[in-house]
């Protein structure tokens, strides 16, 4: 099976849904994202962890996983890491998977997210009102308010 009729046909067949929702109510406890360090419950795919049993897979076959891990696996997949493992390293720091994929790694500037995290709790708490909340230039004038 292509992977083109893979993702257009047999993820949209009836027997795929039914093995989902099938899934899903004989796993209730299970349904959140088994990447390790997520365990995300929003909208969520089952990835398959071997492609042998397509059209008759088994609850052991599949794992739920959430739709940002679930790219960052077959990406992992397409750099030669197996299935069984690959949803596994999607939960790699950022850093270990701009590696793994083969991305470029930028240093992030020190204290760049404090700063964007102290902004954030002062604009919440009203403290004190950010650059971007004043209104520009362009528009005091427009309203004909002196300088």
Known sequence: MSNDHYQRVYLRSKHWLAFRAGWKKRHPDEWFCHTPGCGSSGPLNLHHLTYKRIGRERDYDV????RYHHRIAHELQKKGVSLETCHIKAGLSDHDLAVALGRPVRPRRKGQRNKKRKAMK????????????KKPYNEVRRFGAEM
């Open 63 to 66: 794992t739920p996983v959430c």
């Open 122 to 133: 002062q604009r919440v708490s009203g403290r004190q009102p950010l650059a971007q909340d």
